[in-house]
């Protein structure tokens, strides 16, 4: 398979973009980035683009399977203009080339709670984008609403903490639903989502996410 990857510089585009490398299942891996990494594979292609020429790239969107674990935070969007920017329209262009192009499986990396009904703007947002992918009609798409992600050496506060407290609720036998789940068993499950036979559309969440990746949710 050839797969292509939208957000591989992010803490689980690069836990995706080391377990397709070294999967025997994707003969090439096409990567669509802002700027240029320091990483070489017989198999990778590195495509630097700048995401608002898509007159420039459209045409490159052409595999197998499109990963998409493109994202960022209010903080260093700036705004939630550009925060949407990000997370809706670059996504769903992207989306909407892959499925012109032939591309006939997706999987994208949600939110937890995403709802395009919610009062709050961020998981709003991602619930409007989901609603948005499966108007798109791929024959099988696979939407991941994780709950808190472990991200190696995060540098968000606010998440550190949350980590510590959904974790000690998780000990006394709270909230096992939203137990917090590594970036790289993310990405292993999203791999796995993709090399299903099966047609439609998929939501995965709490304890289905870490089934997919074969991983022992206890």
């Known amino acids: 398979m050839k797969a292509l990857v939208i957000g ?23 990567i669509f980035v802002r700027r240029a990494l320091n ?7 590195v495509h630097v683009i700048d995401f608002d020429k898509q007159e420039l790239w459209k045409h490159l969107v052409k595999g197998d399977v499109l990963f998409s674990c493109l994202g960022t935070t209010l903080k260093v969007a700036g705004s939630k203009e550009a925060q949407w920017k990000v997370d809706y329209e670059y996504q769903y262009q992207f989306a909407k080339f892959a499925r012109e192009n ?19 703007f961020y998981t709003r947002m991602k619930g409007q984008l989901e609603e948005a992918i499966k108007a798109l ?6 939407i991941f609403n994780p709950p808190l992600l472990i991200r190696q050496n995060t540098d968000r ?3 550190a903490v949350s980590f ?5 609720v998780n ?26 036979k099966e047609g439609g559309v998929f939501k995965l969440e709490g304890k289905a996410i870490w089934e997919c990746a074969k991983v022992n949710y206890e």
């Not at 510089?9 to 994707?26: I, Q, R």
């Not at 510590?164 to 000690?168: H, L, N, S």
């Open 8 to 30: 591989a510089t992010g803490a689980t585009g690069k836990d995706l973009l080391e377990l397709l490398l070294n999967d025997d299942s994707f003969h090439n891996v096409d």
């Open 39 to 45: 990483i070489k594979h017989n198999k990778l292609k």
């Open 102 to 120: 032939g591309v006939d499986n997706y999987v994208l990396v949600s939110s937890g709670y995403s709802s395009s009904n919610s009062r709050f």
């Open 137 to 142: 009609r791929f024959p099988k798409l696979t």
């Open 157 to 159: 506060p606010m998440e």
């Open 164 to 168: 510590k407290v959904i974790q000690f």
């Open 171 to 196: 000990k006394i036998g709270i909230f096992r639903s939203q137990k917090p789940l590594a970036t790289d068993i993310l990405a292993q499950a999203m791999i796995n989502s993709a090399k299903t």
